[in-house]
């Protein structure tokens, strides 16, 4: 059973944030959230099934109150 999740904590409103495994394939994709709840973040599932082991790199972007918005990414390991 999976507990973990990817989970960006901002006070700031999340525009967007994905996540992609290493062929650069869409396997997350969440937009315009202001909330920092744990089911708005990646379970590590893909189509409702358990993902690959393996690195996958996310981007996030963020919108602060003054409109400035700003890019964010990284990479993940996802282990059993």
């Known amino acids: 059973k999976i507990k973990d999740v990817l989970l ?3 006070v700031i409103t999340l525009k967007a944030f994905t996540v992609f495994d290493r062929w650069g394939s869409l396997v997350f ?3 315009h959230t202001l909330t920092n709840a744990p089911d708005v973040g990646w379970n590590g599932r893909v189509q409702n ?6 690195l996958y790199a996310w981007q996030a972007t963020l919108e602060y109150e003054n409109g400035h918005r ?4 990284g990479e993940i390991m996802l282990v059993k």
Not at 49 to 54: N, R, V
Not at 70 to 73: A, G, P, T, V
């Open 8 to 10: 960006l904590y901002v």
């Open 29 to 31: 994709s969440r937009e």
């Open 49 to 54: 099934e358990a993902a690959a082991l393996g």
């Open 70 to 73: 700003h890019q964010i990414k």
